[in-house]
């Protein structure tokens, strides 16, 4: 019989994520009927309110989801402690949503945004593990998914302006406290989440680099990119920057396309799609109204889209600026999207 209320667990429950997953539960009244909330030993009795009740943090360890009969995991501790705890958790009956990067390649773990790919949940069961995208890749294929599917994408060259928050919450504290240090000429920068000070830098270097001058974060946008599009045709060069702002990727993509198009009909196109919100009234006197920016798109859902032109400089190309919350749509937000898609229509 199909159940009205889960017992859900949250893993990563103290972090910038993990303190999202729970305002958006609440927000959007996901029937609830338990809730378990894992950090790691630091948080160990922490007491965090959901709905106007206490629950206390419980340090993850091999035997957290033993009995609890756990249905959904919300789970964002990081790569390392979710390779070992997501298997854990999946093995003891919970579906995982999983926010880190380790099983977003994996071909029997499937890769969802639900307004690219929603279908693909149905492949949950091959692990009870569904993986949330990179946060940059999430804000750029939700518009990038009704051009490709009616003027077919050839190319998209992506440049990213990646908030702080994108990196946790340590990070966003480095910005401000770098920013408050500099202005107060008080001593010297240790940049300890970033490779050099982020305060008042924009820093082209977003995780690891590989071999071919590729960051790790550029390489997961193009490989993330055909899963989730299921279409590996789609050429894709990504460069990937860090900048001092606390809130919100931006992300500069041009697109070309195979088949020719009208402008207005991108602009019409963009503005029907679910989840998209178009910000494009570039000559209005409301600042809000010409185009999406960071400190206004903070705390909301849609993936705002706006500076939408063609490029002339190619036969069928198009500029378009994408701005969304990364700690929402790019993954709070998203997964509560997945787990709602989960309870109506498979578990
Ligand atoms: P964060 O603010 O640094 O929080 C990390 C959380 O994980 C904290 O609750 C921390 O607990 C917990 N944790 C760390 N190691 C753990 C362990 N061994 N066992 C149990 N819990 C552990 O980071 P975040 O921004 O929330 O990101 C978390 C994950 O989500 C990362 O994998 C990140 O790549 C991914 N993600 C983040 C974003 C974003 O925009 N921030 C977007 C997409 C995906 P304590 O507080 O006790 O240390």
Redesign the pocket.
Same mark, same amino acid.
């Given at each position: 019989m199909k159940k009205d209320k889960y017992s859900i667990g949250i893993? $990563? #429950?103290?972090?910038?994520?993990?303190r999202e997953f729970l305002e958006i539960l609440e927000q959007r009244n996901f029937p609830v009927m338990k809730l378990y909330l894992?950090?790691?030993?630091?948080?160990m009795g922490e007491v965090i309110k959901f709905k106007g009740t206490d629950y206390i943090v419980e340090t993850?360890n091999e035997d957290s989801f033993k009995k609890k009969k756990i249905d959904i995991i919300l789970s964002?501790? $990081? #790569?390392s402690?979710?390779s070992k705890?997501s298997p854990l958790a999946a093995k003891e009956g919970a579906v995982v949503i999983d926010?880190?990067?380790y099983f977003r390649m994996d071909d029997d773990v499937p890769l969802v945004v639900p307004e690219v790919n929603p279908d693909d949940i149905r492949y949950y069961g091959k692990k009870n593990i569904i993986s949330?995208p990179?946060?940059s890749t999430i804000q750029m294929v939700v518009p990038l998914k009704p051009i490709h599917d009616k003027y077919k994408i050839k190319r998209v060259v992506v440049s990213t302006y990646q908030s702080t928050?994108?990196?946790?919450?340590?990070a966003m504290d480095e910005l401000f406290y770098q920013t408050t240090g500099v202005i107060n000429a008080k001593g010297d920068i240790f940049p300890e989440k970033f490779p050099i000070q982020i305060a008042f830098n924009c820093i082209p270097q977003i995780d690891v680099f590989s071999e071919d001058g590729y960051t790790k974060e550029e390489i997961k946008m193009v490989k993330e990119t055909h899963k989730i599009m299921h279409d590996k045709g789609i050429g894709i060069t990504a460069t990937t920057v860090r900048v001092p702002v606390f809130f919100c990727h931006g992300e500069s993509v041009n697109i070309e396309t195979e088949k020719p198009f009208d402008i207005k009909d991108i602009k019409t196109m963009l503005s029907e799609t679910k989840g998209i919100k178009v910000v494009d009234n570039i000559f209005s006197d409301n600042p809000d109204e010409r185009y999406p920016y960071q400190t206004h798109v903070a705390g909301l859902d849609d993936v705002f889209v706006g500076r939408i032109r063609k490029d002339f400089s190619i036969q069928n190309g198009l500029n378009i600026w994408v701005v969304a919350d990364?700690?929402r749509k790019?993954?709070a937000l998203n997964a509560i999207q997945i787990a709602e898609i989960l309870i109506q229509k498979y578990l």
């Open positions: 893993i $990563g #429950a103290t972090g910038l994520v993990g894992f950090a790691s030993e630091n948080s993850l964002s501790p $990081g #790569a402690a979710s705890y926010n880190t990067s949330n990179n946060c928050s994108g990196a946790g919450k340590k990364n700690v790019g993954a």
